[in-house]
């Protein structure tokens, strides 16, 4: 099981009930959605400053993900300061019309985004894919009232956590097969690297499928029952 | 054509030594067994000889020239030295055998007069009927036939150096002999051929030499009458002995260096004819 | 639509989830590879296509989820339209396939292809307009990102994914259509 970005440690929240702390995730990010301008960054920063320390996280591997977010940012921000026009523009120019209103909103945006990619950050970091997919599973219980398979549902994220690495593996070993005959994935004109596209996802699709088709077989053999079936 | 591997260490990131200061010398023409218990780095030295593990130390020399040297290894190396990977029929994606042959000819500047020759060259090589294969889809065929594909897509470019991982695998006894058959042509039409396998029988069989890998260092490096000698060292490394070997042993038979079964079968006829006379 | 147990549907879809997080990875070569060549679309189109509309929804919303989860890409501000657009996509594509009796597979393919993306792309733009972007999001700048930077990939798309489908029934792991 590959876990890309999560970081050992012993702190509170690494130690939390995963249920509890995806529960948890979801009420911070409508805490911060609702606040604005302010109020909200102050509310933002205590959220935050709280959640970091508890996760005794170094700080540079949580403000990570920002650094591919920035452009996005300053442009999100530039939009909504320069073009949002609802009339109440202090100064205009043709299209452009910077207005208090634009300005606030093109804050908040940013503000929202910075505050959730860090929380998700620190979620992410403190959490084992595992124990997000159980509490993602707890939490989705209660929609069994709906007759939603909550638990196929959960197989399925189980199946596919394990098919991460499996896969990755594969599509490795399709890729230097590919090289060794002549495909060109780094160099040579678009037109080559394009053609050298197809050897490499449909081989791979094909035997992402396979291992499907095998697994399927193999766990109703071993009496796989459906949730889905049991509802009706 | 000369093949060298000096000094070379491989290791993946952050992990230890696979390959541990590899000296191996390659001759023209020869058919090379690597073999080793699992996990003793077989794989990762047929990769670092085809040009995908550039090591952390050392050198892999095909004609004095470094293939690391640039940053990607160049076209004309792969022309040369082809590599089937285990499970090769993973690779496949064409919609019909014809250009998953094809394929591997994309960057061979030759007319379409050669290269069509050369796909069928390939084909009757691997015994895949053209008249009643080329349009079909490589995902149709049987294993062994998809494994034979698999070989003539390397195969087509007329390679010097053909590299081999466990090529049987998944196999039946049928398509095991239609591969050694297919290798033992290639042998003797002067292929270089490198095969990692874990099966005693077929090494003793078609190779030269045999290489027997340990914790990613080089034990042995000799013919396979001597590699499978003693069975106390061939069970400590984890390679077994060939049927013929075990079975000359146990009845007292001499093989004189040559562990094939055609070698064993005229042996035991003369032993036997010598009982009975 | 194609007649499998529910068990193989299940774990196909599995895959698909698997594959929106490992696809992009393998794409990281190519420049600018997740705006034009869109590669999480094509397991989620795969996924509606192959087990139907429910199952397509599925891959649509956990396909991003996850991969956002794992590698941080779609980074998590972008994944709620993502999720949405996705999920309509295996949930479109998915439908008009269950529906759609042309006699051809191929063109059956190919409309619900269009439809998923389209309508996909719709909802992309009212999620934006209406919830996410209020103000910012113009019908210029959608027709741009939606239809022109992401053409080679809606063409990628419409070749590749036929080509799976055949590939697939040619290995015996889904059965025809027809």
């Known amino acids: 099981m590959i876990d890309l970005t999560y970081q050992t440690g012993d702190s509170i929240l690494h130690r939390m009930n995963p249920t509890h702390k995806f529960l948890g995730l979801l009420i911070c990010t409508i805490i911060i959605l609702v606040s604005k301008n302010l109020a909200g960054t102050i509310i933002a920063a205590v959220l935050i400053t709280t959640l970091i320390l508890l996760s005794k996280l170094p700080i540079k591997k949580v403000f990570a993900p920002l650094k591919s977010l920035f452009f996005f940012l300053i442009m999100i921000f530039l939009m909504n300061a320069l073009f949002f026009n609802n009339g109440d523009c202090l100064y205009s120019y043709h299209s452009i019309c910077i207005s208090y209103k634009g300005i606030e909103q093109g804050y908040n945006i940013v503000l929202h985004t910075i505050a959730i990619t860090i929380l998700s950050s620190i979620f992410i970091r403190t959490t084992t894919s595992i124990e997000i997919m159980r509490g993602i599973e707890n939490t989705l219980r209660p929609l069994r009232i709906f007759h939603i398979p909550t638990k196929d549902i959960s197989l399925i994220m189980s199946i596919a956590l394990q098919f991460i690495p499996v896969f990755f593996n594969d599509i490795d070993r399709i890729r230097k097969a590919q090289i060794a005959r002549g495909a060109n994935f780094n160099k040579g004109s678009i037109i080559t690297r394009i053609q050298s596209i197809f050897p490499l996802v449909i081989p791979a699709f094909i035997s992402a499928f396979r291992r499907a088709d095998e697994l399927s077989t193999a766990i109703e053999a071993r009496g796989f029952q459906s949730d889905y079936e049991s509802f009706k | 054509m000369q093949l060298e591997i000096k000094h070379a260490t491989v290791r993946y990131s952050n992990s230890d030594k696979i390959l541990d200061n590899i000296d191996l010398n390659i001759t023209e023409g020869q058919f090379l067994g690597i073999t080793g218990k699992a996990g003793c780095g077989k794989t990762t030295l047929l990769e670092t000889i085809a040009g995908f593990h ?224 | 639509m194609f007649e499998m147990p529910y068990t193989k549907k299940t774990v196909i879809t599995a895959a698909c989830i698997a594959l929106c997080a490992v696809l992009p990875m393998a794409f990281h070569a190519f420049p600018n590879a997740g705006d034009i060549w869109l590669p999480m679309h094509i397991p989620v189109l795969l996924c509606g296509l192959i087990c139907g509309p429910k199952f397509g929804v599925l891959c649509g919303i956990m396909g991003p989820f996850l991969s956002s989860i794992l590698t941080q890409m779609p980074p998590a501000a972008n994944l709620p339209s993502m999720i949405l657009e996705l999920s309509c996509y295996g949930f479109v594509s998915g439908f008009v396939i269950t529906r759609i009796k042309t006699g051809k597979q191929i063109t059956d393919i190919l409309i619900s292809l269009v439809c998923a993306m389209i309508a996909g792309r719709i909802v992309y733009g009212i999620a934006n307009a209406a919830i996410f972007n209020i103000g910012r999001f113009t019908l210029n700048g959608w027709l741009v990102s939606s239809f022109v930077t992401s053409l080679p990939g809606i063409v990628f798309q419409m070749i590749l994914i036929p080509l799976i489908i055949t590939a697939l029934q040619r290995a015996l792991i889904i059965p025809d259509k027809y």
């Open chain 2, 54 to 277: 550039k090591p952390e130390s050392g050198f892999v020399l095909l004609d004095g020239q470094n293939i690391y040297e640039k940053r990607f290894v160049s076209q004309s190396f792969r022309k040369r030295l082809q590599i089937v990977f285990q499970f090769p029929e993973n690779q496949f994606f064409e919609s019909d055998i014809w250009n998953e042959i094809g394929f591997g000819l994309k960057n061979i500047s030759s007319s379409p007069e050669e290269k069509e020759r050369k796909t069928i060259e390939a084909m009757l090589a691997v015994g895949l009927d053209i008249n009643e294969m080329k349009n079909v889809s490589p995902f149709a065929l049987s294993g062994g036939q998809k494994r034979r594909l698999a070989l003539a897509c390397a195969i087509v470019v007329s390679p010097e150096i053909l590299l081999l991982d466990e090529p049987f695998s998944g196999l039946d006894g049928d398509g095991q002999n239609q591969i050694i058959s297919i290798l033992k042509d290639l042998h003797r039409n002067g292929t270089t051929i490198l095969m990692v396998s874990h099966d005693p029988n077929v090494l003793s069989e078609v190779a030269d030499k045999i290489v027997v890998l340990d914790a990613g260092k080089i034990q042995f490096n000799d013919i396979p009458s001597r590699v499978f000698a003693d069975k106390y060292l061939c069970d400590k490394l984890g390679i077994g002995q060939p049927e013929t070997k075990i079975t000359a042993d146990l009845i007292g038979l001499d093989l004189d260096e040559d562990l094939t079964y055609s070698n064993f079968i005229k042996k035991l006829e003369k032993k036997y004819l010598a009982a009975h006379d």
